[in-house]
């Protein structure tokens, strides 16, 4: 599924038009994208929850030739589902 597809789905489901329901979408993901970059935990009971991580600078290697490179530390988004979510997954 694409956004495009969430969209329409969430606007059938939502008894809401496609333009009313990719506005709640953009919003909703907007919001998440901007309390993790600010390095606040975004829980949804149920779902799951969002962070951020950081990864320490380590050793890794160039794949076209074995060769040693440094890489950098960073931090990167993480996402971990909850009990719900997982249970309807298995």
Known sequence: MVK??????????????????EKVVNAV???????????????IVGFGSFEKRHREAREGRNPKDGTP???????????????AFKDAVK
């Open 4 to 21: 495009t597809e969430l969209i329409v789905e969430c606007a059938t489901k939502a008894e809401i038009t496609k333009v009313e329901s």
């Open 29 to 43: 993901l907007d919001t998440i994208v901007g309390a993790v970059s600010a390095n606040e935990k975004v829980q």
């Open 69 to 83: 490179i440094q890489i950098e530390a960073t931090d990167v988004p993480a996402f971990k589902a909850g009990k």
